[in-house]
């Protein structure tokens, strides 16, 4: 049986100590393999989506509905989770149940109890170790509007599902996302099909909303009336993914510019966050408030890549000078080819299809490959050849 790797998290005191006592004890004796034992939620939240541990084993404490705030930040896939909390208080209770909280302990924890769920849910790890990985979500976000998000979010699910791989495209883009408008689809169903229907939402009903080609990407469009966009929020998105995970290879999330909370669920969601911008300084002094803000809410690192659209060599802006103004250069490139993206918009087809030999197909291919890599996927044999291998390394960035 595999030994599942752990992290504990405890602001109390009391409890605090007696935890981090237990973890050394369990991870002595061969149960875990102890990450970190802490009391910090900023190093808690930057273990977890550093090394996506098999547990995170956290108490509640004094505030327990602050703490279960934090535990949903957890990035998806998200660990599976031991909450210790109060076992008179039906609220919190409910709340972990709702979130798939594995086991609820009583405060403070039994040895034992804690030692015989950790070794429940490591046997759970053993047998689903054959089980499929759950698809991985990338979560494209406009600096501000006219960037080009959309077509971004659209063409990358593209090629992720001309490279093979089973492909969904989320359209978050509220209130007036226009995703379907992109593949030339009239949606019969919606995002607000989902918030009216929540009690009754499964895996078979959400395959039922989806629409797109048999053999393309799979679409869940944006509500076609503004009034019923307010109906979506953040726990209908996290249900969605949820879904969504279990059958596809790939989830794309075209997100809104503006900080609602199904945004700020999506984001918490996402594997990678891809902000794409302009080499122009408003469009930078937006992606430099876009970047601090996911900064101060715990988005960091190299889960966030900076993707430079329509790029041009007559750029005034250099790249030098987004150096100087991010403290960083863009992770990716997308060349400028406004007239090929306009008739593939225009048809409601990937560019791939429109001008499968254009260096702005290409450019999407690449960027496909790119976030293979970004989120440690293997990419499709088709994409590993040298020539786009070659054209991966001249159009990414250095972090």
Not at 65 to 92: A, M, N, W, Y
Not at 196 to 203: I, M, N, T
Not at 351 to 366: F, H
């Amino acid at each position: 049986m595999k030994t599942p790797s752990c992290i504990f998290f405890s602001e109390t005191g009391e409890v605090g100590a007696a935890l981090r006592t237990l973890a050394h004890r369990l991870q002595d004796d061969g149960v875990v393999d102890l990450g970190l034992v802490t009391h910090d939620p900023t190093a808690f939240l930057e273990e977890v989506r550093d090394h996506r541990p098999d547990l995170v084993v956290a108490d509640l404490g004094d505030e327990p509905d602050r703490v279960l705030d934090l535990l949903e930040k957890l990035p998806s896939p998200r660990s599976r989770l031991v909450v210790i909390g109060p076992q008179d208080r039906s609220g919190p209770i409910l709340r972990a149940m709702r979130m798939g909280v594995r086991e609820y302990l009583d405060q403070p924890p039994a040895e034992e109890d804690l030692r015989r769920a950790v070794a429940r849910l490591a046997s759970d790890l053993g047998s689903e170790s054959d089980v499929e990985t759950p698809a991985r979500v990338v979560a494209v976000m406009g600096a501000k509007g006219g960037v080009g998000a959309t077509v971004v979010a659209c063409q990358l699910a593209a090629a992720l599902r001309r490279g093979g791989a089973r492909t969904a495209l989320v359209d978050l883009n509220l209130p007036l996302g226009d995703v379907a408008l992109h593949y030339d689809i009239q949606p019969a169903y919606t995002l607000a099909n989902i918030a009216r229907e929540a009690d009754r939402l499964d895996a078979t009903y959400l395959r039922t909303l989806l629409q797109g080609r048999p053999d393309g990407v799979q679409i869940l469009a944006a509500p076609t009336r503004a009034e019923e966009a307010e109906l979506v929020r953040g726990v209908h998105v996290e249900r969605a993914l949820g879904l969504l995970r279990e059958d596809f290879e790939w989830v794309v999330l075209d997100v809104s510019r503006t900080w609602s909370e199904p945004t700020m669920r999506a984001l918490d969601l996402a594997d990678q966050i891809l902000l794409v911008t302009l080499m122009d300084v408003p469009t930078l002094n937006h992606t430099r408030q876009h970047l601090d803000l996911m900064e101060r809410l715990g988005h960091t690192g190299r889960r966030i890549r900076l993707i430079a659209n329509r790029q041009s060599r007559s750029d005034v802006v250099t790249e030098k000078d987004v150096v100087e103004f991010l403290d960083r250069r863009p992770d990716f490139g997308l060349p400028n080819d406004y007239p090929t993206t306009l008739a593939a918009v225009n048809r409601g087809l990937p560019i791939a299809e429109v001008a499968p030999r254009s260096a702005i197909a290409r450019a999407y291919a690449a960027l496909g490959h790119a976030v293979h890599q970004w989120c440690e996927v293997e990419p499709p044999e088709r994409a590993s050849g040298s020539g786009l291998a070659r054209a991966v390394r001249g159009m990414l960035g250095r972090s």
